[in-house]
């Protein structure tokens, strides 16, 4: 039997923090060196992240001349080249209303808060958290806050961790929203019930003619498990949460070790030399 030639992804899809961006916020010259190679190869790069777009300056800065992100897990598709949303996903106002009633019922104490691409809104008990510092956080009142349409709805509480929330958020308002988390201390997060970044992926392999399994995907958090289920190929960082490392294809070094840069280095390793 003649063997299959061994064809590289055609699309990288990868998250963000924790997965290339170590913990204190850096990127290794590793991996950006790995990332700024694909091109090289023709192979198309994503990021898909949970960032909102006021948070991707320094993304753009470690990886210059990468164009497209996916943020706010799936709510947006950023082109980072030109600083501009291409199109966004938001919760409508009924939801928000109704979905925020039925948090504070099943969540004593939480603060809840509505992020856009550039800014957030909030009650007055939301406490804002390291993220947060260097953004405009307007208090509103209730009439006011759930008045406009957002791409995703955020609730912190002073006491419980980020999954026990998710716990108690999903069954309140799955029905409603998409709830998870991403690793943000005490905090979960909602986008509108057909969003992730596996529905945003798909849309954008879609529009370049990219098969699901052409794509390699990299990931490390709950939020990370539709597209690393979607995509032909996942794999997960060793300080992944447990529930990806038990999903993911392949588990590879953690991000501290290069991981990503080290499987990309295996994927191409003629364009690629170590």
Known sequence: MTPVPFRPPRLVATDLDGTVVRPDGTVSPRTAAAFTRLADAGTELVFVTGRPPRLMEPIAEAFPGQAMAICSNGA???DLAARTVTRERAIGTDILEEAARRLRAAVPGIGLAVEYAHEMAADEVYEPWDWDADTVVHRLDEAAL???????????HPVLTEDELVALARP????LVTVYHANGLRLV?????????AHALAEYATGLGVLPEEIAAFGDMPNDLPM????????????????????????????????????????FPAVLPR
Not at 146 to 156: I, Q, T, Y
Not at 172 to 175: Q, T
Not at 236 to 260: M, Y
């Open 76 to 78: 947006f598709v950023y």
């Open 146 to 156: 759930w008045s406009r349409p957002a791409p995703k709805l955020v609730g912190r």
């Open 172 to 175: 309140a308002i799955g029905d």
């Open 189 to 197: 997060e909602a986008i509108a019930r057909e969003v992730s970044k």
């Open 228 to 267: 690393l289920d979607w995509a032909g190929t996942s794999y997960a960082v060793a300080n992944a949460h447990p529930t990806v490392l038990a999903a993911a294809d392949h588990v590879i070094p953690s991000v501290h070790a290069d991981g990503v840069a080290q499987t990309l280095e295996d994927l």
